[in-house]
């Protein structure tokens, strides 16, 4: 199983980016995806999940509403749209497959992708 994240980029505060993380060696449908990021010298945080039914949930704290986790099952990719972006946002994301246990929790997921780096100038 592979995971391959990408999208991210460097944007001004206030813009929007959509980040893809495209899966090889399993059908993503049947499984739940998380999104994490982490900035520079912080701890890796939970960002937003989706499961195989495509429930949502979202870090409320860090997302605010401005962040949309979707699933297009043709092309075995989740997507974290990101929108009204600030520099707080600025981090390394990475998309991950849920396993079991807390979605909130990196030990919940088995299989990661490599991340992309998103810049939130201000």
């Known amino acids: 199983v592979q995971l391959q994240a990408s999208g991210g980029g460097l944007v001004q505060t206030g813009g929007s980016l959509s980040l893809s993380c495209a899966a090889s060696g399993c059908t993503f449908s049947t499984y739940g995806v998380g999104w994490f990021r982490q900035a520079p010298g912080k701890e890796r945080e939970f960002v937003a999940a989706?499961?195989?039914?495509?429930?949502?949930?979202y870090n409320a704290d860090s997302v605010k509403g401005r962040f949309t986790i979707a699933r297009d099952n043709a092309k075995n990719t989740v997507f974290l749209h990101l929108n009204s972006l600030e520099p707080e946002d600025t981090a390394v994301y990475y998309c991950?497959?849920?396993?079991?246990?807390?979605?909130?929790?990196?030990?919940?997921?088995?299989?990661w992708g490599q991340g992309t780096l998103v810049t939130v100038s201000s």
């Open positions: 989706i499961s195989e039914s495509d429930g949502v949930i």
């Open positions: 991950a497959r849920y396993s079991t246990g807390n979605d909130h929790y990196r030990r919940s997921y088995d299989y």
